[in-house]
């Protein structure tokens, strides 16, 4: 059935991506005026900014039947605050504190700056991601 | 089952949506949600023709949600905001899907794979919707006055623009004169301008402008208050050590305090050797001296420059600049010209990493090989070797990549260390202004193309080389765009605030403080609720960041707009596949 596809070739990973107004969401938005593909899997929420994700809501769309999240951080360009990407490094390791102590492989959760015109770096980073998590395998189980 | 009544639209975008996603099917799945009472394809919904059909629909359907899913929101999120206030409806109760740049563009090739995607996205945004509360934006009336921090060349065009558009200015310069860098510069290029008359000149025009008051020996130590309505402090350091200070009540404040010259530390390129020069103690020398270029009465004959001094420092250094300052090639080639316009035997060799005369100053590059200059190029991991000779001169050893690595041996008289542009040390105005600074130390812009000059404090803005380092002329246009955007805002007579701010339940709230010590705004406080501590938030103050937000131990902190039941009901929506129905 579709949406429940398991292991094996058929299985195409859910991927969350948190991104923020400013700095990575243009840079998502590039790579789609760009026509760059990545898998339509991905989804992308966006937010004023990273430091504002919640480590839990990352447990909870894994919960639910995201296979893995992508942080689409500022890193060191978001307008708000100057120690945003040690702010979200915690958040993303909290996120993986979270997701092993209930039993799923912490590498579900990935992290890395996208600027406003990383549409390449963006599409890499799904590509690669959307692979590894393939191997990895559905993260629901049963 | 949902007792909300919300109207979705999905746009064709005139085929850049409709030719990749099939819009039919994903109006036929959402209509079905809970909650949507009307769901339409619509082939352009920023047209007036839509626009007009929604707000029928809203009004005739009573809606009390609106999605549209269109293109990105960065388009068009205030477009269908004042489309909703027009019906009726509270904008703040509208979400725009982005359907077009995360969605029909990128998956071009995958007709089905974006279809079900669009319908996923969407499902989100609808969960998102019903879960929105009428907001006010906040309303504030603003005072037609500005102030203008720093005398240098950006803040005195600054005033006397604001001036000019019937704005009063108060203009702060810390020190004793107003004219800064510029003021102490001979001729500049491109024009051949000459910095003190250029200086001298906007002076006598502030000077003749009533509505601007001006301060020396003055600078901003505290600030209050809001977009529209700042209390500044202003401290004048009188004779005696006397300080006197003035309240000013201002809308809008513009920072434009420049910068510093990057100093050398000692022995650094031989940084302290008798005759080794940084360019701005260069350039005064060469101000000085009328004619031939002398130096303790004799004859220049033999000049290096060696660039990129302080710019573009390696990574292991402790706080290296990392940067490119960008005005100094222009400003050594330049110098070298006028050198050899001065004495055209003098011999002059540049050692460069690489050559940043950028746009038009392309052509001073080209002027100063044909006046002879010769151009030597240097690795970034062997960088030339200063040293002090017997015989007075100065000896510059380097290798040039440009020769294939011949080591070459320059006897000098003077040695320029072309160097760049530090942020200013004023920690006392950062700490007043509460303004972000970026990696290499210089304020942060909100955004460098789009918003250049605003900051994330509201109604703060920044221009000149405090932003990174510009030349006079870039400084002056980004000053300019300062006024604008200033004047933007105090002309209208009030301003409007995103009410998409923290909020704090208190009955949540056990008062641990960790959400105040994260706040670098100051907008969290200790506050009392029935007898009880709980945390604050400071409407004025708060960005809408929502950093508070996960540091807070009993989840006490929700972000409007991005609250956490939102954000799980969102989660939901995406994950809930193709055509399948609410179970």
Same mark, same amino acid.
């Given at each position: 059935?579709?949406?429940?596809?398991?292991?094996?070739?058929?299985?195409?990973?859910?991927?969350?991506?948190?991104?923020?107004?400013?700095?990575? $969401?243009?840079?998502? $938005?590039?790579?789609?005026?760009?026509?760059?593909?990545?898998?339509?899997?991905?989804?992308?929420?966006?937010?004023?900014?990273?430091?504002?994700?919640?480590?839990?809501?990352?447990?909870?769309?894994?919960?639910?039947?995201?296979?893995?999240?992508?942080?689409?951080?500022?890193?060191?360009?978001?307008?708000?605050?100057?120690?945003?990407?040690?702010?979200?490094?915690?958040?993303?390791?909290?996120?993986?504190?979270?997701?092993?102590?209930?039993?799923? $492989?912490?590498?579900?959760?990935?992290?890395?700056?996208?600027?406003?015109?990383?549409?390449?770096?963006?599409?890499?980073?799904?590509?690669?991601?959307?692979?590894?998590?393939?191997?990895?395998?559905?993260?629901?189980?049963? | 089952?949902?007792?909300?009544?919300?109207?979705?639209?999905?746009?064709?975008?005139?085929?850049? +949506?409709?030719?990749?996603?099939?819009?039919?099917?994903?109006?036929?799945?959402?209509?079905?949600?809970?909650?949507?009472?009307?769901?339409?394809?619509?082939?352009?919904?920023?047209? @007036?023709?839509?626009?007009?059909?929604?707000?029928?629909?809203?009004?005739?359907?009573?809606?009390?949600?609106?999605?549209?899913?269109?293109?990105?929101?960065?388009?068009?999120?205030?477009?269908?905001?004042?489309?909703?206030?027009?019906?009726?409806?509270?904008?703040?109760?509208?979400?725009?899907?982005?359907?077009?740049?995360?969605?029909?563009?990128?998956?071009?090739?995958?007709?089905?794979?974006?279809?079900?995607?669009?319908?996923?996205?969407?499902?989100?945004?609808?969960?998102?919707?019903?879960?929105?509360?009428?907001?006010?934006?906040?309303?504030?009336?603003?005072?037609?006055?500005?102030?203008?921090?720093?005398?240098? +060349?950006?803040?005195?065009?600054?005033?006397?623009?604001?001036? !000019?558009?019937?704005?009063?200015?108060?203009?702060?310069?810390?020190?004793?004169?107003?004219?800064?860098?510029?003021?102490?510069?001979?001729?500049?290029?491109?024009?051949?301008?000459?910095?003190?008359?250029?200086?001298?000149?906007?002076?006598?025009?502030?000077?003749?402008?009533?509505?601007?008051?001006?301060?020396?020996?003055?600078?901003?130590?505290?600030?209050?208050?809001?977009?529209?309505?700042?209390?500044?402090?202003?401290?004048?350091?009188?004779?005696?050590?006397?300080?006197?200070? +003035?309240?000013?009540?201002?809308?809008?404040?513009?920072?434009?305090?420049?910068?510093?010259?990057?100093?050398?530390?000692?022995?650094?390129?031989?940084?302290?050797?008798?005759?080794?020069?940084?360019?701005?103690?260069?350039?005064?020398?060469?101000?000085?001296?009328?004619?031939?270029?002398?130096?303790?009465?004799?004859?220049?004959?033999?000049?290096?420059?060696?660039?990129?001094?302080?710019?573009?420092?390696?990574?292991?250094?402790?706080?290296?600049?990392?940067?490119?300052?960008?005005?100094?090639?222009?400003?050594?080639?330049?110098?070298?010209?006028?050198?050899?316009?001065?004495?055209?035997?003098?011999?002059?060799?540049?050692?460069?990493?690489?050559?940043?005369?950028?746009?038009?100053?392309?052509?001073?590059?080209?002027?100063?090989?044909?006046?002879?200059?010769?151009?030597?190029?240097?690795?970034?991991? @062997?960088?030339?070797?200063?040293?002090?000779?017997?015989?007075?001169?100065?000896?510059?050893?380097?290798? !040039?990549?440009?020769?294939?690595?011949?080591?070459?041996?320059?006897?000098?008289?003077?040695?320029?260390?072309?160097?760049?542009?530090?942020?200013?040390?004023?920690?006392?105005?950062?700490?007043?202004?509460?303004?972000?600074?970026?990696?290499?130390?210089?304020?942060?812009?909100?955004?460098?193309?789009?918003?250049?000059?605003?900051?994330?404090?509201?109604?703060?803005?920044?221009?000149?080389?405090?932003?990174?380092?510009?030349?006079?002329?870039?400084?002056?246009?980004?000053?300019?765009?300062?006024?604008?955007?200033?004047?933007?805002?105090?002309?209208?007579?009030?301003?409007?605030?995103?009410?998409?701010?923290?909020?704090?339940?208190?009955?949540?709230?056990?008062?641990?403080?960790?959400?105040?010590?994260?706040?670098?705004?100051?907008?969290?406080?200790?506050?009392?609720?029935?007898?009880?501590?709980?945390?604050?938030?400071?409407?004025?103050?708060?960005?809408?960041?929502?950093?508070?937000?996960?540091?807070?131990?009993?989840?006490?902190?929700?972000?409007?707009?991005?609250?956490?039941?939102?954000?799980?009901?969102?989660?939901?929506?995406?994950?809930?596949?193709?055509?399948?129905?609410?179970?």
């Amino acid at each position: 059935m579709a949406g429940q596809a398991g292991e094996g070739k058929d299985f195409l990973p859910k991927i969350l991506v948190f991104s923020t107004h400013n700095i990575s $969401d243009p840079g998502i $938005d590039l790579a789609g005026s760009s026509h760059m593909h990545y898998p339509p899997t991905v989804v992308v929420a966006s937010m004023p900014c990273s430091s504002g994700i919640k480590p839990g809501w990352i447990l909870y769309a894994v919960e639910r039947g995201f296979d893995g999240v992508f942080l689409a951080t500022d890193g060191e360009e978001c307008a708000f605050l100057p120690d945003c990407a040690e702010r979200t490094a915690q958040i993303a390791r909290k996120a993986q504190e979270l997701l092993s102590q209930n039993g799923y $492989d912490p590498q579900r959760v990935r992290m890395s700056a996208v600027c406003s015109v990383c549409a390449e770096p963006f599409t890499n980073h799904m590509k690669e991601f959307s692979e590894a998590l393939r191997k990895l395998g559905p993260a629901r189980k049963g | 089952m949902s007792d909300r009544r919300m109207g979705v639209y999905i746009c064709h975008c005139g085929g850049n +949506i409709s030719d990749y996603v099939d819009v039919e099917r994903v109006r036929q799945t959402i209509v079905n949600e809970p909650g949507v009472v009307v769901a339409k394809t619509v082939v352009s919904a920023c047209s @007036d023709d839509s626009q007009q059909q929604m707000i029928q629909d809203i009004r005739e359907q009573n809606l009390d949600g609106l999605v549209v899913a269109s293109c990105s929101p960065k388009l068009h999120t205030f477009t269908f905001r004042s489309l909703a206030r027009r019906a009726g409806l509270n904008p703040y109760r509208y979400t725009q899907v982005n359907v077009r740049e995360q969605c029909s563009w990128t998956h071009t090739d995958d007709r089905e794979g974006a279809t079900k995607k669009a319908i996923r996205l969407i499902r989100a945004g609808i969960a998102r919707t019903g879960l929105t509360e009428p907001l006010e934006p906040i309303r504030i009336d603003t005072v037609p006055q500005a102030l203008v921090v720093g005398g240098g +060349i950006a803040g005195l065009r600054a005033a006397i623009g604001l001036a !000019d558009i019937g704005i009063s200015v108060f203009l702060v310069e810390k020190s004793a004169a107003f004219g800064g860098w510029v003021s102490r510069f001979g001729e500049m290029y491109p024009h051949g301008k000459n910095g003190r008359q250029l200086i001298t000149k906007l002076i006598d025009e502030v000077k003749k402008r009533k509505n601007i008051t001006s301060f020396t020996n003055a600078e901003l130590v505290e600030k209050s208050g809001s977009i529209g309505n700042f209390n500044a402090k202003i401290r004048v350091n009188g004779k005696g050590g006397k300080k006197d200070d +003035i309240n000013v009540n201002v809308g809008s404040i513009i920072i434009a305090t420049g910068f510093d010259a990057y100093q050398p530390g000692e022995g650094e390129y031989g940084y302290g050797v008798d005759g080794v020069f940084t360019l701005p103690e260069f350039k005064e020398l060469l101000d000085k001296s009328k004619g031939v270029p002398v130096r303790n009465g004799k004859e220049i004959k033999d000049i290096v420059y060696v660039y990129c001094v302080g710019s573009r420092q390696p990574e292991d250094l402790e706080n290296p600049n990392r940067y490119c300052s960008r005005y100094c090639c222009n400003a050594a080639v330049h110098s070298s010209i006028l050198v050899s316009e001065r004495n055209p035997k003098a011999r002059q060799y540049h050692l460069i990493r690489d050559m940043r005369t950028y746009g038009k100053y392309e052509l001073l590059y080209g002027e100063s090989r044909e006046r002879g200059s010769t151009y030597l190029r240097f690795g970034d991991d @062997d960088p030339p070797v200063v040293e002090k000779c017997s015989d007075g001169k100065i000896k510059v050893t380097v290798k !040039d990549l440009l020769t294939f690595g011949e080591e070459m041996e320059i006897k000098a008289d003077v040695v320029v260390l072309v160097t760049g542009m530090v942020p200013k040390k004023n920690e006392e105005l950062v700490g007043a202004l509460k303004l972000p600074v970026g990696r290499d130390r210089f304020y942060n812009e909100i955004h460098p193309k789009l918003r250049p000059v605003e900051t994330v404090v509201d109604g703060v803005f920044i221009c000149g080389a405090c932003q990174g380092p510009k030349n006079s002329s870039e400084t002056v246009a980004s000053a300019l765009a300062a006024v604008t955007q200033s004047a933007s805002i105090l002309k209208k007579g009030y301003v409007e605030l995103d009410p998409l701010m923290a909020v704090v339940y208190p009955e949540l709230c056990q008062w641990c403080g960790e959400c105040e010590k994260v706040c670098p705004y100051s907008a969290i406080e200790k506050s009392g609720d029935q007898g009880r501590e709980v945390a604050r938030i400071n409407k004025a103050g708060c960005k809408g960041c929502g950093g508070c937000v996960p540091v807070c131990p009993r989840d006490a902190i929700d972000l409007k707009g991005y609250t956490d039941a939102q954000m799980k009901a969102m989660i939901d929506g995406y994950l809930r596949d193709g055509d399948t129905p609410l179970s």
